[in-house]
């Protein structure tokens, strides 16, 4: 049977879209620009090349399927000289686990062994212990009025639990909490020059500051994560100088894994409950809904809005035709309130199934998914019992990015 193929909708249609969703006012609600974008049909045409996606069943058949891969260390240089795709930073992260194709991808992720039932037994008290310290600072702010729920809380919970983790010093959390901010602009769909640049200074700095780390545990091995990975890569490679390398993008992605999604989920969530008082009220009574809470907050507005995969091979999807290593950002932003996978698709809702792409699928399924549901259920029966009268004060302002939300302020007080 052959396949129906479609030509893909005009790029100029998804121009106009896109000029509007870098605005403030898009940034700060792009799910009206997504719905229209979604109206042009499930494929279409990129502004600067390659295809969006913003079908559900489509964006899921991608993450899934092993035909299509991430944009790796190849692909990028066979963008040429000059493009975002050979930035320093750019380069630096296609050696990390979320950039890696199979057999690269299986040896990397098999050595991280990290979050497992076990692991997450023990992270559980230190989470539950940071947030109870986070809160009373909140609640010493909120003595005076309000206070910014941004900075003192969803900032803070994880770089602390993940610091803890690695047994990084305390006074390094500020500084690798900022680089990370600057890190991710190289991981946007659209950084401009002066973000590549910040990205590439924050990625130099990262290096220096991991590969040092290493080779102190390396000479002072403790029992931590990063003291387990030399010995587990110590086995698998004989030059110590490539070991300790893999250990540092091992450690590098962690650290960029844990911060800023998550902060901006622990946000995001806040945020969203607090606008719709009658579902946090229903929280304050019936704690148990907290788990469905974090998925339809995840469902609703995910930290990560975009995520790019490339064609291993010419194919077809969804009618319209994909060629060899030609890009696919997958709008997941927008494939999470697509109406053909949920009902009333706007509606924030806690009793809905959950279903949704925030952790990406397939072998590239967020490895730090189980450690960032923690946090957010830890905070979330926190907020719950200690402020039932948290009320937002002001809308909040959003950093300039497409790809990666976040908030750059929540404002609360108490009703």
Request: overall charge negative; proline content about 7%.
């Amino acid at each position: 049977m052959e396949i129906a193929i479609t030509p893909p909708i005009h790029r100029r249609f998804a121009v106009s879209l896109f000029s509007r969703l870098r605005t403030a006012k898009g940034q700060a609600n792009p799910f009206p620009i997504y719905a229209e974008l979604r109206s042009g049909g499930g494929v279409v045409a990129a502004p600067w090349g390659g295809h969006l996606v913003t079908r559900f069943d489509l964006c899921d058949q991608v993450l899934r399927s092993r035909e299509w891969l991430e944009p790796d260390a190849r692909w990028r240089e066979e963008q040429g000289d000059g493009t975002r795709w050979t930035a320093p930073s750019s380069r630096e992260m296609s050696r990390t686990l979320p950039a890696l194709n199979p057999p690269d991808h299986t040896w990397m992720r098999r050595s991280a062994g990290m979050f497992d039932r076990a692991s997450l037994e023990e992270l559980r008290g230190t989470v539950d212990l940071i947030t109870s310290r986070l809160l009373d600072s909140l609640a010493e702010q909120l003595q005076g009025g309000e206070a910014d729920f941004n900075a003192l809380v969803s900032e803070e919970l994880p770089v602390a639990a993940i610091g803890h983790w690695l047994g990084l010093p305390t006074a390094d959390f500020p500084r690798l909490r900022d680089l990370t901010h600057d890190q991710v602009f190289t991981q946007e769909l659209l950084p401009s020059a002066s973000q590549l640049a910040k990205s590439d200074v924050a990625t130099a700095e990262l290096r220096t500051y991991f590969m040092e780390l290493v080779r102190h545990r390396r000479a002072h091995p403790g029992d931590d994560p990063v003291s387990r990975w030399i010995t587990v890569w110590d086995g698998m490679e004989s030059d110590r100088e490539k070991a300790d390398e893999a250990v540092y993008f091992l450690a590098l992605f962690v650290l960029l894994a844990a911060l800023e999604t998550t902060s901006t989920l622990l946000s995001t969530m806040t945020l969203l409950l607090l606008e719709h008082p009658r579902q946090w009220d229903r929280l304050t009574v019936h704690p148990d809904l907290v788990p469905a809470a974090v998925e339809e907050s995840l469902r609703y507005d995910p930290p990560t809005h975009v995520i790019s995969r490339v064609s291993s091979r010419d194919c077809v999807l969804g009618g319209v035709e994909v060629l060899k290593d030609e890009m696919v950002h997958l709008m997941v932003g927008a494939a999470n309130r697509d109406p053909a996978k949920h009902a009333d698709p706007e509606l924030f809702n806690l009793h809905r199934k959950p279903a949704h792409l925030a952790f990406s699928g397939g072998i590239h399924y967020c490895l730090g998914a189980p450690l960032a549901r923690l946090e957010a259920q830890t905070l979330l029966h926190h907020l719950v019992r200690r402020f039932p009268r948290l009320t937002l004060v002001r809308r909040p302002s959003w950093a300039p990015r497409v790809a990666f939300r976040r908030l750059l302020n929540l404002d609360v007080t108490l009703s």
